[in-house]
């Protein structure tokens, strides 16, 4: 089973400032999604990346396949950015496949 | 579209009883999946439909968890008997016609097995 973990676990910043989250994984896989989950509880899908890069506004995610790693940025960070982020990747058939990390607490003080 | 929908959003029972936790996927998804949110194993996927069709249930934690999609608008996850270690949030989600695209997700039931 694929091994992932995010880092930081925690961190707070203050509006303006650029965030960085990672992800690293053990085993190869299929695909990566970034997820974000509020502090109501809701989860919304960012990015599913299998590689290169891709942008939704101030959000940035990248992946080194080769590196088994990837970054979620994000430009300009406001309080309403503060959430959980959590990475999960696929890689095999089957609900066993599937692994998520344990989530970043992202906090943006005003 | 509505989203994802699920009911109940909260759900308090007792130990033993059965739990019927339902999902409406998104019009036009051809995959289900559910999901399991705890403070100490955070998020697991139970199991996935395509097309109707369970495609996999190694997620699912014993036998006291069953999933059924009798049609492409309508999923059942129940648990029977239900006890104190099942109190978690349930997620649904939703996905178009490859299951690794972006999934959107239904609000959660909150289940609390008392």
Redesign the interface.
């Known amino acids: 089973k694929n091994e992932v973990e995010q880092s930081p676990q925690n961190l707070t910043a203050q509006e303006g400032e650029f965030i960085t989250i990672n992800c690293s994984y053990s085993v190869g896989i299929s695909a990566l999604h970034w997820l974000q989950q509020h502090p109501g509880g809701g989860i919304v899908s960012l990015f599913m990346l299998s590689s290169g890069k891709k942008k939704h506004g101030r959000l940035i995610a990248t992946i080194n396949i080769q590196e088994k790693h990837s970054s979620l940025h994000i430009t300009a960070s406001h309080p309403r950015d503060s959430a959980v982020y959590i990475c999960a990747v696929w890689s095999g058939g089957g609900a066993d496949g599937l692994t998520f990390g344990k989530g970043t607490h992202l906090i943006i003080q005003p | 579209d509505a989203g994802v929908i699920q009911s109940p959003r909260h759900e308090v029972t007792e130990m033993g009883q059965e739990v019927t936790l339902r999902c409406k996927p998104i019009s036009g998804h051809d995959y289900l999946f559910w999901y399991r949110q705890t403070m100490m194993r955070?998020?697991?996927?139970?199991?996935?439909f395509n097309n109707n069709v369970p495609?996999?249930?190694?997620?699912?934690p014993e036998d006291r968890f069953s999933a059924k999609m009798p049609n492409a608008s309508f999923s059942t996850l129940k648990i029977q008997p239900s006890e104190p270690r099942d109190s978690a949030?349930y997620?649904c989600?939703s996905s178009p016609a490859n299951g690794?695209?972006?999934?959107?997700?239904g609000?959660?039931t909150?289940l609390l097995v008392l």
Do not use: H, K, N, W
């Not at chain 2, 955070?42 to 996935?48: D, F, R, V």
């Not at chain 2, 495609?55 to 699912?60: A, L, N, P, Y």
């Open positions: 955070g998020l697991e996927l139970l199991i996935y495609i996999d249930d190694s997620g699912m949030v997620f989600a690794r695209e972006t999934q959107y997700f609000p959660g909150r």
